[in-house]
């Protein structure tokens, strides 16, 4: 049986530079992989940053405007008036409310009928339209398709076609 000298054991990664071990790519930067947002051609990611901040920046800023111009209208200081005031609706208040809102429906409703008409009404001129030209083009191709007894195309058929769109344009 052999025995094993006890000492030192040297480890598979024995790279030894002036007595130092070499470092280990744990402990270096791997240069493989992206550190930073983005590419180096758009700013790596900030020149975008700058922008989303500006934004916010510019939207915070009409916001702010926006209140002082509401502050500042006429007639209304930082306090509500007496007409601004919430009241309570009397019987006869909300009625005229429930009126007042079936009246706007109803209106609603009719030019909803109306807008339905004038689609249905616009809808069927197309179709007719349509079916025209369709019905005018079979026609045309029935006369183009005609053949003589040798299959050569009717000549005559065609020169009428062409008579007809020369005195159509003139």
């Given at each position: 049986?052999?025995v ?6 040297k480890?598979?990664?024995?790279h ?10 744990a402990n270096i ?38 209140q002082?111009?509401?502050a ?5 200081s930082g ?23 079936q009246k ?7 030019e909803?009928?109306?807008k339905?008409e ?12 349509l ?8 026609e ?10 040798r299959?050569?195309?009717v000549?005559a ?8 769109k ?5």
């Amino acid at each position: 049986m052999m025995v094993k000298p006890q000492g030192k054991i040297k480890s598979k990664n024995h790279h030894h530079t002036k007595g130092k071990m070499k470092q280990s790519g744990a402990n270096i930067k791997d240069k493989r992989f992206k550190t930073y947002i983005g590419n180096q051609t758009e700013g790596q990611g900030f020149a975008d940053k700058r922008k989303r901040k500006m934004m916010l920046d510019y939207r915070k800023l009409l916001q702010k405007e926006k209140q002082k111009m509401k502050a500042t209208e006429p007639g209304t200081s930082g306090e509500k008036s007496v007409h601004e005031m919430p009241r309570r609706l009397s019987k006869q208040d909300k009625m005229s409310a429930f009126y007042a809102a079936q009246k706007q429906f109803s209106l609603k409703s009719q030019e909803d009928v109306l807008k339905k008409e004038i689609e249905e009404k616009r809808q069927k001129e197309t179709q007719e339209a349509l079916d025209k030209y369709n019905t005018r083009k079979k026609e045309t191709q029935k006369t183009l398709k005609k053949k003589t007894h040798r299959g050569q195309p009717v000549m005559a058929n065609r020169m009428d076609l062409l008579l007809e769109k020369i005195k159509k344009q003139s």
